[in-house]
């Protein structure tokens, strides 16, 4: 596993965090494999310069972290917009629709397939949503990976819309980049340790496109994601926060990565040249059993 190492700041579960001027991020848990295993989770808050709010990947609120989130948006009010930007992270959607119905709601194609009681304004499939904010806040799908419809649903959760907040310095990153905070025991037995960034572990397998380019193409994008984005804080979804430092831990990521990159490419090679290309055509599309967030 290609990973980096810095130390996460410590963030209490379930509570407003500051990460940077307007910039907000709350951690919640999230436990898979019989609840065996905490993955994490986060939802990230940005105020815009006109005083409203978009709420980025929202998160099962508690009693307590509803009602800072009602503090801090007049009780909803100006809650402009509630963006989903994982496609298996929709969970909370129901929940979050039912206290905050006037805001408007945006999604991945696979949250406006699923989630059909939600009222969506848009897909972020489309450029001109995605622009929708700029220049305070950009949003960009990786290159080399399939959005649209991520197959197979079990294993493929590599691709989400990075969002880089301008005035705090800030991206907000969910399953693509992995960044540990204290990992569980059993993440631990795959190689994740404290402090360890990582990509997500299904770019070795059914994340990037099985053709030649695609990593290149992934490893060209992280690199122009790089020379754009100023990034000096990193949220990431499982599971921890990287205050400062984050622009040069994620270069090193994708730097440490290169050899991984060159054998994935030669892998796709020898399975074009043999026609030995899996089908992604899998009969377990949009099971609810395979959520992570």
């Not at 629709?97 to 696979?110: C, L, S």
């Not at 009681?117 to 960009?140: F, H, Y």
Request: hydrophobic residues 35%; proline residues 6%.
């Amino acid at each position: 596993m290609s990973t980096v190492r810095s130390n996460p700041v410590s963030v209490e579960k379930q509570v407003l965090f500051r990460v940077g001027s307007q910039f907000w991020n709350i951690r919640v848990n999230f436990k898979k494999f019989a609840g065996l295993v905490d993955i994490g989770s986060h939802m990230s808050l940005i105020q815009l310069r006109n005083g409203n709010f978009l709420i980025i990947n929202p998160v099962i609120l508690t009693d307590h972290s509803r009602s800072e989130v009602d503090c801090l948006t007049e009780n909803g009010t100006t809650i402009e917009a509630v963006i989903g930007v994982h496609p298996f992270h929709t969970l909370a959607f129901p929940s979050f629709y039912k206290i905050y119905p006037n805001a408007k709601y945006y999604g991945t194609p696979r949250h406006l397939r699923r989630l059909k009681q939600i009222p969506w304004a848009g897909s972020l499939d489309d450029c001109q949503i995605r622009r929708k904010w700029e220049p305070e806040v950009e949003m960009r799908i990786p290159a080399g990976a399939e959005f649209v419809n991520p197959l197979p649903e079990s294993s493929n959760h590599f691709v989400s819309v990075f969002v880089f907040h301008r005035p705090s310095r800030t991206l907000h990153v969910d399953d693509t980049i992995v960044y540990g905070d204290h990992p569980s025991f059993l993440l631990k037995l795959i190689g994740f340790k404290h402090g360890t960034m990582a990509f997500h572990p299904s770019i070795k397998g059914s994340g990037l496109y099985p053709t030649v380019e695609a990593p290149s193409q992934f490893r060209s994008w992280m690199e122009k994601i790089l020379n754009d984005w100023n990034f000096d804080n990193i949220c990431c979804a499982h599971s921890g926060v990287k205050m400062g430092g984050a622009h040069e831990l994620v270069s090193q990521l994708v730097n440490a990565a290169e050899s991984l990159f060159t054998k994935l490419s030669e892998k796709n090679g020898k399975k074009t040249a043999t026609n030995d290309v899996s089908d992604d055509n899998q009969p377990n599309l949009n099971v609810t059993d395979n959520e992570c967030g």
